[in-house]
């Protein structure tokens, strides 16, 4: 299975930008790059994903390598409420492993 | 439509007991995936059901666990005889389809064993 690399742990001051990578090096052609965060005591929750274009939504943007080896969560305005584990996740499109594999993840922290 | 619905939301069983853990998908949802998280670690895939089937259940271990998605019904998840190993916390997710979907969680089942 491919696998990713994260930072363990990141900072960063309320109201300004978040950019928190993921290493993929190995990644298939045809892997889907997700993104969940885990608040805590709570479910994980999904952020956004993507294949090969970059991709934006209400919460977030993901950048992604031309060569796709790597790829980078964007929070445009970063508040408390994102202080969470963030789970950079690669997901093949077919046979058995259809499963989400969660790595160790970043830990964000949010400074006030 | 209800997120995915988790119950309970905190169980406790004595060594010996059976746990039962349930998870209603979202609405149109065929696909559901259990996972489990041990105090202070990551999140681990135990199994992978859709309607009546078992699809991949090669995280789950051998023995005293089993999980069923029943054509009408919660999907359950059942640890038989629990220890003080199994305390964690159970999270459920479901989705539309495979893969270029978002899964959905619940809010999770925090099993204690004393």
């Known amino acids: 299975d491919a696998k990713t690399t994260q930072p363990n742990s990141m900072e960063s001051n309320e109201e300004e930008p978040v950019h928190l990578p993921c290493n993929h090096s190995?990644?298939?052609?045809?892997?889907?790059i997700h993104w969940y965060r885990q608040l805590p005591s709570q479910g994980p929750e999904y952020v956004i994903h993507?294949?090969?274009s970059n991709v934006n939504n209400r919460m977030a943007s993901l950048a992604i390598a031309e060569d796709r080896k790597s790829s980078t969560l964007i929070l445009h305005r970063a508040t408390l409420r994102d202080a969470a584990v963030y789970y950079c996740?690669?997901?093949?499109?077919?046979?058995?492993?259809?499963?989400?594999?969660f790595g160790s993840g970043t830990q964000l922290t949010v400074l006030p | 439509n209800a997120g995915v619905m988790q119950n309970p939301r905190h169980l406790v069983r004595r060594r010996g007991q059976e746990a039962r853990l349930r998870c209603s998908p979202m609405?149109?949802?065929?696909?559901v995936y259990w996972y489990r998280q041990l105090p202070e670690e990551g999140l681990k895939f135990m199994v992978y059901?859709?309607?009546?089937?078992?699809?991949?259940e090669s995280g789950m271990p051998k023995e005293r666990f089993s999980a069923e998605f029943p054509k009408e019904g919660p999907s359950i998840l059942r640890i038989q005889q629990v220890v003080r190993g199994d305390s964690a916390a159970y999270f459920c997710?479901?989705?539309?389809?495979?893969?270029?979907?978002?899964?959905?969680f619940g809010q999770g089942t925090r099993l204690t064993v004393v």
């Open positions: 997710a479901s989705s539309p389809r495979t893969v270029n979907t978002e899964a959905f």
């Open positions: 190995t990644i298939s052609g045809t892997d889907y």
């Open positions: 993507g294949l090969t």
């Open positions: 996740i690669l997901r093949p499109p077919s046979g058995s492993a259809r499963q989400l594999t």
């Open positions: 609405k149109g949802h065929s696909h």
């Open positions: 059901l859709q309607k009546e089937n078992i699809i991949d």
